[in-house]
Nanobody, 124 residues
């Protein structure tokens, strides 16, 4: 089993930056696909980005060119760096980890292991 642990959320003004992290203490971290999802109050869960074992990343259109997802295999951690934050980025951000058939942010059902979430709040 995998146990993703998020950290780094908080409050920031619109236009600001923030980085959230996801640590998975797994001996074979290199073989794990990691994805970020978010959910705002009253809204459906939304996929944000996913990073595959080779470091390739896919982004949702809503965050492309503003968010950067990376991974540090030695530190067993993935980092979601968020620039030019908007109020609509306000949500609980969840890290998901697994070894799915397809490493994607488009299908939350492919992930069996989820963190508790970290809140990101962007004010005007």
């Amino acid at each position: 089993e995998l146990y993703p642990v998020e950290s780094g959320g908080g409050s920031v003004q619109a236009g600001g930056t923030m980085t959230v992290s996801c640590k998975v203490d797994e001996w074979d971290f290199r073989s794990v696909c990691l994805a970020w999802f978010r959910q705002a109050p009253g809204k459906a869960r939304e996929g944000v980005a996913a990073i595959d074992t080779d470091g390739s990343v896919k982004y949702a259109d809503s965050v492309k060119d503003r968010f950067t997802l990376s991974r540090d295999n030695g530190g067993k951690t993935a980092y979601l760096h968020m620039n030019s934050l908007k109020s609509e980025d306000t949500a609980m951000y969840y890290c998901a980890a697994d070894r799915p058939f397809s490493c994607t942010y488009r299908d939350a059902g492919q992930y069996s292991y989820w963190g508790q979430g970290t809140q990101v709040s962007v004010s005007q």
